[in-house]
């Protein structure tokens, strides 16, 4: 009688540790997680005219493009930026995003981390598997990051992000 009784206070307690741990290995719904908003723009940066990308018509600046182009002039000092790519994606922290980029490349965006209104930020340009570009940045919520990319055609590539953060309640 004694045995069987330490035998079920064992068993009792060892299933409550069991329950224990597969209760905290479950998901819990309703935790926030936080979500990167972010805008990339490729663009080549040319001394004249880019004469050997083709377009049928000229591309159209938007707004905070074409406000933030006197800076990326005094940066970079090319006379022409024209834009060739433009991708916008929102994702958790920690899941990379990849977009073709021309001159067969290929662009991942990586946030990593969020630290109060900055997104720290894996920025990795491929081509042929090789990184010809290889960051990371840390951009001002709501404010572009520039990174100087390789030679593309007559000029080089200018990779521009804005990221965003927004905290989001997962189902």
């Known amino acids: 009688m004694r045995r069987d009784k330490r035998l079920r206070n064992v068993l009792a307690r060892l299933l409550i540790v069991i329950l224990a741990l597969s209760l905290g290995a479950?998901?819990?719904?309703?935790?926030?997680?936080q979500i990167v908003r972010f805008g990339t723009r490729v663009l080549l940066a040319t001394d004249g005219p880019p004469w050997s990308v083709t377009r049928a018509a000229p591309p159209e600046l938007d707004e905070r493009l074409a406000q933030f182009l006197p800076r990326l002039r005094h940066l970079?000092?090319?006379?022409?930026?024209?834009?060739l790519k433009r991708y916008?994606?929102?994702v958790p922290v920690g899941a990379t995003q990849r977009w073709p980029v021309p001159g067969e490349r290929q662009l991942e965006v990586t946030p990593e981390g969020i630290n109060v209104n900055t997104v720290r930020l894996r920025v990795r340009l491929e081509r042929d598997g090789r990184a010809e570009v290889n960051t990371?940045?840390?951009?001002?919520?709501?404010?572009?990051a520039v990174i100087g990319g390789p030679k593309h055609a007559d000029g080089v590539l200018i990779i521009v992000v804005w990221a965003h953060v927004y905290p989001t309640q997962l189902p």
């Not at 990371?136 to 709501?142: R, T, Y």
């Open 136 to 144: 990371s940045i840390q951009a001002a919520s709501g404010n572009p």
């Open 26 to 33: 479950m998901p819990v719904t309703g935790q926030a997680q």
């Open 76 to 83: 970079f000092r090319y006379k022409e930026y024209t834009s």
């Open 88 to 90: 916008r994606a929102e």
